[in-house]
């Protein structure tokens, strides 16, 4: 089992910044990918940023030179530093850790871009 707690969410204007961290305890050594998730009203969840244990990132198009997914695997830690902020960005964002056999998901933190 692990377990994922998110933190770092809140309202921010369009332009600015914040950054998500997700601390993840459990059975940490048996994750081979974490990652975060958004899902915006009435969408579906989408990926938004992955990272290995090796700090191999990959990006939703969107995302893409605004967003910086970072690891930290001797803290336990994931990180998402979000640049730029567009209204679009609004969602519930969810730390996600995958092992060999289970995904596992946090409880989410609302991101809110709006003037």
């Known amino acids: 089992q692990v377990q994922l707690v998110e933190s770092g969410g809140g309202l921010v204007q369009p332009g600015g910044s914040l950054r998500l961290s997700c601390a993840a305890s459990?059975?940490?050594?048996?994750?081979?990918?974490m990652g975060w998730y958004r899902q915006a009203p009435g969408k579906e969840r989408e990926l938004v940023a992955t990272i290995t244990s090796d700090g191999i990132a990959n990006y939703v198009f969107s995302v893409k030179g605004r967003f910086t997914i970072s690891r930290d695997n001797a803290k336990n830690n994931v990180s998402l530093q979000m640049n730029s902020l567009k209204p679009e960005d609004t969602a519930v964002y969810y730390c996600n850790a995958k092992t060999w056999r289970d995904s596992y998901w946090g409880q989410g933190t609302q991101v809110t871009v709006s003037s």
């Open positions: 459990g059975s940490i050594a048996s994750i081979v990918i």
